[in-house]
């Protein structure tokens, strides 16, 4: 079992900064491959952006592309998530998903389906 626990959320403006963590249990995280999606009040939940188990390979959601930067640090079971530029379209709960071996390409894990494990989500709200 893998217990996901996200933080960083809060109010912020249009144009500023938020990062998320997201803290992982177990003595295997540094095998997993890591994602971060979100949901908007009645919306699907969308992905945002995943990582591979070494940090090397990263794929992000056409929305978010250049503005956020997805990242790891095996040595403290954690990945990042830095949201700059933020939008007010991108409020919403942000959730971490974490899938273990095996697992294909990055790509793939931009579907729910792969996923193994979430966490309760942070809310991040950005106001116009």
């Known amino acids: 079992q893998v217990q996901l626990v996200e933080s960083g959320g809060g109010l912020v403006q249009a144009g500023g900064s938020l990062r998320l963590s997201c803290a992982a249990s177990?003595?295997?995280?540094?095998?997993?491959?890591m994602g971060w999606f979100r949901q908007a009040p009645g919306k699907e939940r969308e992905f945002v952006a995943a990582i591979d188990w070494s940090g090397g390979n990263t794929y992000y959601a056409d929305s978010v592309k250049g503005r956020f930067t997805i990242s790891r640090d095996n040595a403290k079971n954690t990945v990042y998530l830095q949201m700059n530029s933020l939008k007010p379209e991108d409020t919403a709960v942000y959730y971490c998903?974490?899938?273990?071996?095996?697992?294909?390409?990055?790509?793939?894990?931009?579907?729910?389906?792969?996923?193994?494990?979430w966490g309760q989500g942070t809310q991040v709200t950005v106001s116009s």
């Open positions: 177990g003595r295997t995280f540094s095998s997993y491959a």
């Open positions: 998903a974490s899938r273990a071996p095996p697992y294909g390409s990055t790509w793939s894990l931009s579907h729910r389906r792969e996923y193994d494990y």
